[in-house]
């Protein structure tokens, strides 16, 4: 593959906290364009693999490139003009407590030099409404927000810039059912619509069936392997085999193929 179809390239990744090694030699590409569901068991540090791409975990060892930017060897000023090129959801949104649903999704939008206040708004308002919130939201705080509220919020502050790149850590964890139906729905449609590569962190059966073009295991501090769902059944692994053939992996096999993915 064509280094410029490459997004995000992740070679011989090392990372600790103390003695406590959470990868260990892990390569992984994310390619332009896709969404690429990560997923492990519980401690094998999906989150921490997110964080570090991002520049918040500093790796022990090993290189990140992010669009074909090397992260270790760049400058000050190129790394704040890659961040600007991708945007992050952390878990629950993130949002500061004391600003409104706009003001949040304004944040990015004020480091852009010269951007006048009613510019700034008018992109905000845009984004709120591409997240799915209705225009009443945005006078709202983060206090009087329902949870799915509050992740459409920090999706629309994540899209403030128009990233190349989106960034989800678990999008849908404590949503109900049809709010997680309606969220996965929301993400494989911006994704096709902007042309985004989407890094999503789960562990939602349901959303890497109903989003993701692909799917990489963390497990052996490392990534096992990284494939379609469907290829994901031919894998000869425990935890692999236990978690894409369990009984809630064959209901959300069956509810995929009731209501497959628009083609793209």
């Avoid at 896709?34 to 068991?41: H, K, N, T």
């Avoid at 090993?62 to 000023?77: M, N, P």
């Avoid at 878990?91 to 407590?97: E, H, I, P, R, W």
């Amino acid at each position: 593959m064509q280094g410029s179809d490459i997004a995000i390239r992740v070679r011989g990744l090392c990372t600790r906290f103390g003695t406590h090694s959470v990868h260990e030699g892990l390569d992984l590409d994310v390619r332009r364009g896709e969404i690429l569901g990560v997923v492990g068991g519980s401690g094998t540090g999906k989150s921490v693999l997110l964080r570090t791409i991002v520049g918040l975990q500093r790796p022990a060892e090993g290189d990140i490139s992010v669009l074909g930017t090397d992260l270790a060897r760049a400058s000050e000023a190129d790394r704040q003009a890659l961040e600007q090129r991708w945007g992050v959801m952390f878990q629950d949104g993130a949002l500061f407590s004391a600003l409104t649903v706009r003001e949040n999704v304004e944040v990015p939008l004020r480091a852009v030099p010269g951007l006048p206040a009613s510019i700034r708004r008018a992109l905000a308002d845009l984004k709120i409404a591409m997240a799915g919130l209705k225009p009443v939201a945005r006078g709202k705080f983060p206090s009087e927000l329902s949870g799915g509220m509050r992740k459409r919020a920090g999706l629309a502050r994540a899209l403030a810039l128009d990233p190349e790149i989106v960034f989800l850590d678990e999008p849908t964890a404590g949503l109900d059912p049809i709010g997680a139906a309606e969220f996965d729905t929301l993400i494989r449609g911006l994704s096709r619509s902007l042309g985004l590569t989407v890094f999503l962190v789960t562990h939602d059966l349901d959303t890497l069936h109903a989003t993701c073009d692909r799917v990489a295991v963390l497990a052996e501090r490392r990534v096992l392997v990284t494939g379609t769902m469907a290829e994901m059944l031919d894998v000869d692994h425990p935890w692999v085999r236990d978690y894409f053939h369990g009984p809630r992996a064959r209901a959300a096999q069956a509810d995929a193929a009731a209501h497959p993915k628009e083609k793209t």
